[in-house]
Nanobody
C-alpha cells in the first residue's frame, strides 16, 4: 500500500505564498504521474497540477497557471507545490495523488486517472 503524506497547508492572506510537500515512500516514483488536487465542500475534486515523474512534464489548471509550480525531488520521493499570489478562491483541501499503473487514463488533470491519495491538507486564503 502506497502512503502519501502531505504537509505545508495553513492560513495566509491574499497575495501570500505557501509550499505544500508530499512524501511518497515506497512509491515507484520514477515511472508514474503524481499531482495535486483540491476540493471544497459541495464541489467535485479538481486537478490543480500534475507531473510526469519520468520526464518532468507538467500540467496545470488554467486557474493556477503562472501562480503555482509543481516540482519533484526524485531522490527524496517528494512532490512539492509552490503556491504564490494566492487568492481567496484557492481556499480548499489540497490532496496529493499518485497514479496507479493501470491501462485507464482520463487525462493528466482528472482525479479518475489517480488511485493513491493522501489525507489532505487545508489551505485557507483570506481577503
Amino acid at each position: 500500500q502506497v502512503q502519501l503524506v502531505e504537509s505545508g497547508g495553513g492560513s495566509v492572506q491574499a497575495g501570500g505564498s505557501l509550499r505544500l510537500s508530499c512524501a511518497a515512500p515506497g512509491y515507484t516514483y520514477s515511472t508514474n504521474f503524481m499531482g495535486w488536487f483540491r476540493q471544497t465542500p459541495g464541489k467535485e475534486r479538481e486537478g490543480v497540477a500534475t507531473i510526469s515523474t519520468s520526464d518532468g512534464t507538467t500540467y496545470y489548471a488554467d486557474s493556477v497557471k503562472g501562480r503555482f509550480t509543481i516540482s519533484q525531488d526524485s531522490a527524496k520521493n517528494t512532490l512539492y507545490l509552490q503556491m504564490n499570489s494566492l487568492k481567496p478562491e484557492d481556499t480548499a483541501m489540497y490532496y496529493c495523488a499518485a497514479r496507479v499503473p493501470t491501462p485507464t487514463w482520463f487525462g493528466p488533470l482528472s482525479p479518475r486517472s489517480f488511485g493513491y491519495w493522501g489525507q489532505g491538507t487545508q489551505v485557507t486564503v483570506s481577503s
